[in-house]
């Protein structure tokens, strides 16, 4: 009787190729393995895994392709097939068997379900770099598939240079995954043009554009932040602004009981716990070496925490990108993540204090968005060593030009003094050069870059005109 192929390793190998969605050969996903094995074996899986309809090969012998079987809408949004369905049909990710026990059980209803509260040894427990979440390997992977060329670079060098990208992705999926309807190109026309979609509630443009403010302050301050309290409380007052029915509880841990609809989860009440708690969430994030263990710590800690009134969930998934930013690593934007299944992740977390599912679908999340960064880097070449050296000159330059509706004359003696004083003669001619083309190029589907809003850009057009 031939050998059952374990489950687990067939999960493996499906994650490595779902990575990289323009298909990848059987050599690149042996490398990527925890456990090594003969390609033979490989191989023998991989078709095993096409024989499934989880997978999709295509050309022959050396030249042959792997690619995960899961189509995309214009849109983004992730389409039901065969990789990613569960036997009622429901849109998923793979998870292990572990997890769909979990995945069971926080599904029972109501009255199946013990109700909790807050467990705070569930975080006193947890020893920064002598207990993980994520194991070795899984860590190893990560920072496989999500390292960037060179990590020697300025904090949050990498993520500039998908900035565009990432902010109109993250800000979607981010509010998707809170039950946003907005569509990724109603998202991109709302950050680009100011343009807020016809037949939406308002309640849902302000959470994008709040995404937008939050994820500008990762990257704009990326070598600033951290787990401290100035960061997680300024990313709320954020993501929170014009959505609170206390304007004053932006950026301040809650003084009030708060429910959450769809748990038997109760969280903490007493102000003082809560700071606590919260002080003690930053305190062992901080302590963390690893950047993914940092990251999906965030996530698991903020969301159970519940410590504003309002917008955990989303701080959490802001707080996980802090320290990729920061490293230099691919960010994680959640891309292609069905809802239920992250949902049913926070819930194991919230009843149970099982981190598993969430965990499986956090690396899983991973995979997508460092292989989507990864197409978007290629597509935009190397970045020149020059500009990224006078990056932060060249942004402030062409900000300032621009918001203080600046005529020609005005912005070249500007770039002109600047360039005195802070650019080395050697470099001064091309600077300069770099500067006015930058100017000349400005127009409205790129000035995210730098900040600017349509109506500033729009003021500054009749200026310079």
Not at 117 to 127: M, W
Not at 138 to 155: E, K, M, P, S, Y
Not at 241 to 262: F, K, M, T, W, Y
Not at 263 to 290: M, R
């Amino acid at each position: 009787m031939p050998k059952r192929i374990p489950q687990q390793e067939l999960d493996e190998i499906y994650s490595i190729v779902a990575a990289h969605p323009e298909g990848v050969p059987a050599r690149s996903v042996l490398e990527k393995l925890a456990q090594p094995m003969p390609l033979r074996m490989l191989q023998r899986r991989l078709a095993l895994l096409v024989e499934q309809g989880r997978l999709i090969a295509h050309g022959e012998r050396k030249g042959r392709l792997y690619r995960p079987h899961v189509t995309v809408t214009a849109a983004g949004a992730l389409q039901a097939d065969n990789a990613t369905m569960n036997a009622q049909g429901e849109v998923y990710v793979p998870i292990s068997p572990q997890s769909e026990e979990l995945k069971k059980l926080v599904r029972m209803p109501f009255q199946g379900r013990q109700p909790v509260g807050y467990h705070r040894s569930f975080l006193v427990d947890y020893t920064p770099n002598a207990d993980h979440y994520l194991p070795a390997e899984t860590r190893q992977h990560l920072h496989r598939i999500g390292r960037v060329d060179n990590d020697q670079r300025a904090a949050g060098t990498y993520v500039r240079t998908i900035f565009n990208r990432l902010l109109i992705d993250l800000s979607w999926n981010s509010s998707r995954l809170e039950g946003n309807t907005y569509s990724l190109l109603e998202t991109e026309r709302l950050l680009e043009l100011g343009e807020v979609a016809v037949g939406k509630d308002a309640f849902e443009a302000q959470m994008i554009l709040n995404h937008k403010a939050a994820i500008e302050m990762l990257v704009d301050q990326a070598d600033d932040i951290g787990f401290n309290r100035y960061t997680i409380l300024n990313l709320h007052a954020l993501l929170a602004d014009n959505l609170l029915l206390d304007p004053q509880a932006g950026g301040r841990l809650r003084r009030i009981p708060v429910s959450i609809e769809g748990t038997v989860y109760h969280p903490l009440e007493v102000p003082q716990l809560i700071n606590d708690c919260f002080e003690l969430i930053l305190g062992k994030a901080t302590a963390i070496t690893d950047p993914f263990e940092q990251s999906f710590f965030a996530l698991v800690h903020f969301a159970y925490l519940q410590g504003f009134e309002d917008v955990n969930k989303r701080v959490s998934r802001l707080a996980a990108n802090i320290p990729l930013v920061r490293d230099n690593f691919c960010p994680l934007s959640f891309v292609d993540v069905p809802e239920r299944a992250y949902v049913d992740g926070l819930l194991a977390v919230y009843e149970l204090n099982q981190i598993e599912l969430l965990r499986d679908v956090f690396v899983w999340a991973y995979e997508r968005s460092s292989a989507r960064y990864s197409a978007v880097r290629q597509s935009i070449g190397q970045p020149d060593p020059f500009r990224m050296r006078y990056m932060a000159l060249i942004r402030e330059l062409v900000s300032t030009v621009v918001k203080g509706e600046m005529d020609k004359q005005t912005a070249i003696a500007l770039t002109r003094q600047r360039v005195a004083e802070q650019v080395s003669t050697e470099d001064q001619a091309r600077f300069t050069e770099i500067v006015e083309t930058e100017l000349m190029s400005l127009h409205e589907s790129n000035i995210a870059r730098y900040r600017l809003r349509p109506s500033q850009f729009h003021a500054w057009q009749r200026a310079w005109r």
